[in-house]
C-alpha cells in the first residue's frame, strides 16, 4: 500500500484520490434562484441522503479551487433557503455537464444545456423536466467545511416534495433497474447504472453464522470464492446434514463413464446445479475429487441465487466424500 499524507500532498492530488477512490459517486442536479430571481443550475457530486423522519439530503457546493471565492449555487441556497435537487440520467449526461462550465455570474445555465425548466409546487426555483427523480428542498443548515480554496459547504436540505417518472413508479418503488441512473468516477470517468453495471445482493440474515461458522473444508475451498463464501455465511442457520442428505438422495443418478465426464465437463460453467450434482453422483471419482464436482455444483447454485440449494450440496457431500 501507498500511503498519502493530504498534509503535504498537493491540493490537486489530493483532490484526485477523493474522487478517484470515493467513487463512483450520485449526482445532485441543484437548481436555484437568486434573489432577483436569476435561474442557476449546476451538479455536485458530493451528494446523498441522510434519514427519513425527516427526509434529508445533502451536498457539498466547494469554494473555488483558485481563490475561494463561493459559486452561485451557494449564493443562491444561502440568500433563499430553496433548491430542487433532481438525479442525473445516461439521456440527459452530456447535458448535466454543460451546466459544470464556468459562465459568467446571472448566465441561466438551463438555458446553455438546452435543459427544461418546470414550475416547482412548494419552492420557488424550477425543478428540471428531462429527470425521472425531483426533489424540491429546504435549506436546514448550511455548515462551512474550512475557509481555503477548494473547501467544502455542506448544504443540509429537507425534501419537501418528491416528484417520479410515473414510469419508474412501480408498487410503491423507484425502478432503479430501469432509471439508467449515472454516477461520478474520477478524472472524466462516469458510471452508468444499467445492465450488467447493476446486481444484486441479498442482505444477511438478522444474525448471520458469518465465516467462521462454515466447515473447515468449505473455508479452504479452492472452487468457491470469497464472495460465495460470504453469502453461505450470511445465512442464520444452514440445513442439518440429515435434510441434506434426504434432499440429495432424490437427485437423479446417471450412469458413470467418460461419455458422463465429458458432459460433466460442457455444463458446470453453465449447468442447472441439481443437473451437476446429479451427474457428480454418476462419476467415478472417489473423496476428494468427487467433493470437487459438488462444490462446483453449490458454486452453480450460488450463482442462480439459490443459497440453501448450496447449502444441501455441500453437506451432502461433506459427509459423504469429504476425507
Same mark, same amino acid.
Given at each position: 500500500?501507498?500511503?498519502?499524507?493530504?498534509?503535504?500532498?498537493?491540493?490537486?492530488?489530493?483532490?484526485?484520490?477523493?474522487?478517484?477512490?470515493?467513487?463512483?459517486?450520485?449526482?445532485?442536479?441543484?437548481?436555484?434562484?437568486?434573489?432577483?430571481?436569476?435561474?442557476?443550475?449546476?451538479?455536485?457530486?458530493?451528494?446523498?441522503?441522510?434519514?427519513?423522519?425527516?427526509?434529508?439530503?445533502?451536498?457539498?457546493?466547494?469554494?473555488?479551487?483558485?481563490?475561494?471565492?463561493?459559486?452561485?449555487?451557494?449564493?443562491?441556497?444561502?440568500?433563499?433557503?430553496?433548491?430542487?435537487?433532481?438525479?442525473?440520467?445516461?439521456?440527459?449526461?452530456?447535458?448535466?455537464?454543460?451546466?459544470?462550465?464556468?459562465?459568467?455570474?446571472?448566465?441561466?445555465?438551463?438555458?446553455?444545456?438546452?435543459?427544461?425548466?418546470?414550475?416547482?409546487?412548494?419552492?420557488?426555483?424550477?425543478?428540471?423536466?428531462?429527470?425521472?427523480?425531483?426533489?424540491?428542498?429546504?435549506?436546514?443548515?448550511?455548515?462551512?467545511?474550512?475557509?481555503?480554496?477548494?473547501?467544502?459547504? &455542506? #448544504? *443540509?436540505?429537507?425534501?419537501? %416534495?418528491?416528484?417520479?417518472?410515473?414510469?419508474?413508479? /412501480?408498487?410503491?418503488? +423507484?425502478? $432503479? @433497474?430501469?432509471?439508467?441512473?449515472?454516477?461520478?468516477?474520477?478524472?472524466?470517468?462516469?458510471?452508468?447504472?444499467?445492465?450488467?453495471?447493476?446486481?444484486?445482493?441479498?442482505?444477511?440474515?438478522?444474525?448471520?453464522?458469518?465465516?467462521?461458522?462454515?466447515?473447515?473444508?468449505?473455508?479452504?475451498?479452492?472452487?468457491?470464492?470469497?464472495?460465495?463464501?460470504?453469502?453461505?455465511?450470511?445465512?442464520?442457520?444452514?440445513?442439518?446434514?440429515?435434510?441434506?442428505?434426504?434432499?440429495?438422495?432424490?437427485?437423479?443418478?446417471?450412469?458413470?463413464?467418460?461419455?458422463?465426464?465429458?458432459?460433466?465437463?460442457?455444463?458446470?460453467?453453465?449447468?442447472?446445479? &441439481? #443437473? *451437476?450434482?446429479?451427474?457428480? %453422483?454418476?462419476?467415478?471419482?472417489?473423496?476428494?475429487? /468427487?467433493?470437487?464436482? +459438488?462444490? $462446483? @455444483?453449490?458454486?452453480?447454485?450460488?450463482?442462480?441465487?439459490?443459497?440453501?440449494?448450496?447449502?444441501?450440496?455441500?453437506?451432502?457431500?461433506?459427509?459423504?466424500?469429504?476425507?
Amino acid at each position: 500500500m501507498v500511503a498519502l499524507d493530504p498534509g503535504t500532498a498537493p491540493a490537486r492530488e489530493t483532490y484526485g484520490l477523493l474522487i478517484g477512490g470515493v467513487a463512483p459517486r450520485p449526482i445532485a442536479l441543484v437548481a436555484t434562484l437568486s434573489a432577483q430571481g436569476e435561474r442557476n443550475l449546476a451538479p455536485f457530486s458530493y451528494f446523498n441522503a441522510f434519514g427519513i423522519h425527516p427526509p434529508m439530503v445533502a451536498f457539498s457546493p466547494t469554494r473555488r479551487g483558485k481563490g475561494g471565492s463561493f459559486k452561485d449555487t451557494y449564493l443562491n441556497i444561502v440568500e433563499t433557503g430553496e433548491c430542487t435537487i433532481q438525479a442525473v440520467t445516461r439521456d440527459i449526461a452530456e447535458q448535466v455537464s454543460l451546466t459544470s462550465a464556468e459562465f459568467p455570474h446571472g448566465v441561466d445555465e438551463f438555458v446553455k444545456s438546452g435543459l427544461t425548466p418546470v414550475p416547482s409546487e412548494r419552492v420557488r426555483p424550477p425543478r428540471v423536466g428531462e429527470s425521472p427523480f425531483q426533489m424540491e428542498c429546504r435549506l436546514q443548515q448550511m455548515i462551512p467545511l474550512g475557509d481555503q480554496p477548494g473547501s467544502g459547504n &455542506l #448544504a *443540509l436540505c429537507e425534501v419537501l %416534495l418528491f416528484h417520479v417518472s410515473a414510469a419508474l413508479w /412501480r408498487d410503491g418503488k +423507484f425502478d $432503479t @433497474a430501469h432509471a439508467g441512473l449515472v454516477g461520478r468516477s474520477g478524472g472524466d470517468f462516469y458510471t452508468h447504472a444499467a445492465g450488467s453495471a447493476l446486481f444484486e445482493l441479498p442482505r444477511p440474515a438478522g444474525s448471520s453464522m458469518g465465516y467462521d461458522g462454515l466447515p473447515e473444508w468449505v473455508r479452504h475451498s479452492e472452487v468457491l470464492s470469497a464472495g460465495n463464501l460470504a453469502l453461505l455465511a450470511a445465512v442464520e442457520k444452514p440445513p442439518s446434514v440429515e435434510e441434506a442428505v434426504a434432499w440429495a438422495q432424490q437427485l437423479p443418478r446417471p450412469g458413470a463413464g467418460a461419455v458422463l465426464t465429458r458432459i460433466y465437463a460442457k455444463l458446470r460453467h453453465g449447468g442447472d446445479p &441439481l #443437473a *451437476l450434482a446429479g451427474l457428480a %453422483l454418476g462419476l467415478c471419482e472417489k473423496g476428494r475429487a /468427487r467433493l470437487r464436482h +459438488f462444490e $462446483t @455444483a453449490a458454486r452453480r447454485a450460488i450463482e442462480c441465487g439459490d443459497t440453501a440449494t448450496a447449502w444441501k450440496l455441500l453437506l451432502f457431500a461433506g459427509q459423504r466424500f469429504e476425507k
